[in-house]
């Protein structure tokens, strides 16, 4: 018998599963909602059978009902899908640890000793060779959270719920689910309560009365329904008048949690006379993420387990929360009014903070039997940061713990280390307010935490945030250390990065400059930090496309790393990697491929194949050999550094969108306009989530959704995306910045495209003037820009001035990029097109003169 590899038996596409195979909690009763599950079975199939890939999307306002019609739709269409997996998709994160599940499910063997990204690479991938799975997505907080999936799974259905009603992409159709109608609404109440047996005329009324009182709202409904079901001896009208003695009393909000609020006090009140033990759960859980919160973090020490499971049972059958037997979830809603101080006075109204007295004490614990904090795979710590992240993100004013801050601390720090930095926010935010309570606005740890906070801010891409706070910090350091302070200069230094990172390079560049002359005179012309800001300085330089001034000081830089670090130091093998991009950027790859290749076989030897740095080298030599024209080396490195940046530093970190970015860009390169679109516009969504509309990389990528449009011939799409991308790019980078100028000059080819030559010619013209300005006579973007406007020039039939700028064009792109560069075989064509061109114009116009003169008679001889 022939036995078959391990590794093919866990290979994605050789992985099967039976019909059927799911995750879903177990059917919920759901009376109603007919027509929006055959609206959303439409939405869903919309194509008919040569549709592959549908999405859709539920919204609504909390306790709408949007999960149950989800997992209502579910259930009824199990057999039509092989696999059908529910999705905690409350943040990026939580959608990764789904998958991971997903993984355990299908390779257990293997998925228990692989590592957390390698599980959520297995998932895609395996989502990726098989068709016919539905995935759902429950409580989307954003909807670009849903870009890597939605924009790069194709082979089945796409479902999701969320309180958010815009920033849903194209391709997905939405559902706004509203509040039940009053039949159905009175129809569910009536089942919850009576069951199977039917209720009087009048029993009927008094259940269409309260549930108008309800607002229709599901949620009430239900859990005014387990109320009653619970309690037989009050009727439905003394209910409804208990409710009515309550509006006065609970807490402010929207319409949906003062209706909640009247449903709560109720039902709180028969749970604290016979379950009080179950009210404490209730509190806790309130203060902890509502997904998947385990019994244990439940039990406070000494705690019978038993008397917990009894508690949970007791908020389940009124239907406060969801139970599974070891975990429980609640309402986002009941959360929100669990957590409002109510409007009593009285030991009532401390109940909800002991509540969360009771979910620190309880993490904390939890954290102290931990074997190694230090352990960035922990399944604990991964199952703890949600919480912690919660905890964080709910303080109450004035409430402080120092221990509690020492755990946000470490969680932020894992969370960094993972590439989730934007999700640290909230537990900075926490740090920095207990740091300012405890030590004072200007201690040193207060600004460190300042300080770490605006990094979030800026990671995350929230740059209006990000400066002001590096600006005080900055303020706060100068005054408390000085001017020269090691520690000022660094706030100095990370000011300018947030300045250039917005583009802001006039007022990067100036401090940036200033910081290096203080580092110089204070830490001496070779310390670290010095070379550092050296670095920077060049970096700054070229990003404002100044490369005279921007490769001396990396070539400098670079010798002195090597004389005073090493030839194989880190930071060294930066300034390498620098100089080597800087090279590519001037288009000298003649030196440029060398010293990535070196470089990269240097990082992967001293920092490992997956480190950040060795993903940004393999990266940066993938671009050198596309724009060397060599596709066949590019497209698969390209391909496995994208695979190896989603799976070290996760699907939304700044180096993974680029490397996204990148392989599209190659696959356009390629003409597979069919994986390149998808990709762009999946990575344009999450580059506007993570670094805000006008970040430039943001920028980069619309620019190059816009040339995947035109080269796809959609200029409907391509030219209003063009245009706008060059508003802003004048407005952030300046009006003769590299990337303005390529907006330029992508615009213009656009107008010419569309027979618009009275825009193109102008445009490319005085473009061009600004490219030999700026980059020089000789740079591959002049010769691109000179090539375009020659091209434009023929398509108006001026060929006396086409022809010679083509000739001029090609003798430069031969002598500089050589004769079989790319950039010299499209010249070359185009001359040899122009010329054919002006030789059919010629033949025209003899023509047209001969028949204009008529036929000439021969003279008569003497």
């Known amino acids: 018998m022939h036995v078959l590899p391990a590794e093919v038996l866990r290979a994605p596409d050789k992985v099967t599963v039976a019909p059927g195979t799911s995750n879903l909690p177990p059917a919920t009763l759901c009376l109603g909602r ?91 991938q395996w989502l990726s060779w098989h068709r016919g799975w539905l995935l759902i997505y429950d409580n989307v907080e954003d909807p670009a959270d849903l870009a890597p999936y939605i924009g790069a799974l194709h082979q089945g259905h796409h479902l999701a719920t969320s309180r958010r009603t815009t920033g849903w992409p194209d391709s997905a159709t939405t559902l706004s689910l509203g509040n039940l109608d009053p039949d159905d609404a009175t129809a569910l109440l009536c089942r919850l309560v009576f069951k199977n047996t039917p209720p009087t005329p009048r029993q009927k009324l008094h259940a269409r009365v309260l549930v108008a009182d309800l607002g229709c709202l599901p949620l009430a409904v239900k859990q005014a329904g387990a109320y009653l079901a619970q309690n037989r001896g009050v009727s439905l009208d003394a209910y409804r008048r208990r409710l009515g003695a309550k509006l006065a009393r609970t807490a402010h909000g929207i319409d949906a949690e003062r209706t909640i609020a009247r449903v709560w006090n109720v039902t709180l009140q028969t749970l604290e006379a016979q379950h009080p033990l179950a009210v404490e759960v209730l509190h806790t859980a309130a203060w902890l993420a509502p997904d998947d919160i385990t019994h244990t973090l439940l039990t406070p020490s000494g705690t019978d387990p038993d008397d917990i499971a009894e508690a949970t049972g007791a908020l389940a059958a009124y239907s406060m929360v969801t139970d599974t037997g070891s975990t429980l979830s609640i309402h986002r809603l009941v959360q929100t009014v669990l957590r409002t101080p109510p409007g009593t006075v009285g030991t009532h109204s401390l109940r909800h903070l002991d509540g969360r007295v009771r979910a620190e004490q309880s993490v904390l614990h939890h ?52 590439g989730h930095t934007a999700r640290t926010i909230p537990l900075y935010e926490a740090i920095l307010a207990q740091r300012e309570h405890t030590l004072g606005d200007t201690h040193p740890h207060t600004l460190l935490t ?26 706060q350091r100068e005054h408390t250390l000085g001017d020269t302070h090691p520690r000022t200069l660094i706030s100095r230094n990370s000011l300018a990065g ?42 700054s330089y070229e990003s404002a496309g100044d490369l005279e001034r921007a490769i001396p000081l990396y070539e400098a830089t670079l010798a002195q790393r090597e004389q005073t670090l090493g030839d194989t130091h880190p930071d060294t093998l930066t300034s390498r990697n620098n100089l080597a991009y800087a090279y590519h950027s001037a288009g000298d790859l003649e030196r440029a491929i060398p010293l990535l290749e070196a470089t990269l076989a240097q990082r992967e030897q001293v920092l490992g194949d997956t480190h950040l740095h060795t993903l940004s080298t393999r990266n940066n030599l993938a671009g050198a050999y596309l724009a060397g024209g060599d596709l066949e080396r590019a497209t698969p490195i390209y391909e496995a550094t994208l ?47 993570v670094l805000g509309d006008t970040h430039p990389d943001t920028l980069t990528t619309r620019n190059n959704l816009a040339v995947t449009y035109a080269s796809a011939g959609h200029l409907e799409r391509a030219t209003p995306l063009y245009e706008a991308t060059l508003a802003q790019r004048e407005q952030v980078l300046g009006d003769t910045h590299p990337d ?51 091209v434009t020039y023929a398509s108006a039939g001026d060929m006396e001035r086409a022809i010679p700028l083509l000739e001029a064009t090609l003798a430069q792109c031969a002598q500089v990029l ?8 499209t010249c070359r064509k185009n001359l040899a097109d122009a010329r054919q061109a002006a030789k059919a114009i010629q033949q025209r116009r003899a023509t047209t003169t001969a028949t204009a003169a008529g036929p000439q008679q021969p003279s008569a001889a003497d």
């Open 818 to 825: 050589g004769e079989a560069h790319p950039n010299t075989l």
């Open 367 to 418: 954290l102290a039997l931990l074997p190694d904090q230090g352990n960035t795979t922990n399944n604990q710590w991964d199952t703890l940061t949600p919480h912690l992240v919660t905890l964080a993100a709910t303080t109450p004013p004035g409430h402080h713990s120092t221990s509690l801050a020492d755990a946000y601390a470490t969680a932020a720090n894992r969370l960094h280390e993972r």
């Open 498 to 539: 947030a300045y250039e990172s917005a583009g802001d390079l006039r007022r990067a560049i100036p401090l940036y400059e200033a910081t290096l002359a203080q580092r110089e005179q204070t830490l001496g012309d070779t310390h670290p930090d010095t070379l550092t800001s050296r670095n920077d300085l060049a970096y």
């Open 740 to 790: 303005t100028l390529t907006s330029r000059n992508n615009l213009a080819n656009a107008y010419r495209s569309a027979g618009d030559l009275e825009q193109a010619i102008p445009l490319l013209e005085a473009t061009l003037a600004q490219y030999e300005q700026v980059l020089g006579d000789t740079h591959p973007e002049t010769f691109t820009s000179r090539n375009n406007l020659a």
């Open 34 to 124: 007919g027509e929006e599950l055959s609206q959303l079975r439409r939405i869903l199939t919309g194509g008919g059978e040569g549709a592959v890939t549908q999405g859709g999307a539920v919204h609504g306002l909390g306790g709408i009902g949007k999960s149950t019609l989800a997992l209502r739709y579910a259930h009824r269409h199990r057999g039509d899908y092989i696999l059908i997996w529910w999705i905690n998709a409350a943040s990026p994160d939580e959608i990764e640890t789904s998958l991971t599940e997903l993984t355990k499910a299908l390779v257990p063997d293997w998925a228990a000793s692989a590592g957390r990204g390698a599980q959520v690479s297995w998932a895609k």
């Open 643 to 689: 695979a190896q940046s989603e799976q070290v530093l996760g699907d939304t970190h700044p180096y993974t969108l680029a490397s996204r970015n990148n392989l599209a860009n190659a696959y356009r390169s390629a003409g597979d306009l069919e994986q390149a679109i998808p990709l762009l516009e999946a990575t344009l969504a999450q580059c506007e989530q």
């Open 450 to 475: 300042r300080n770490n906070l605006a990094a979030a801010f800026e990671s995350a891409g929230d740059l209006r945030r990000a400066i002001p706070l590096y600006e005080a910090t900055l303020a």
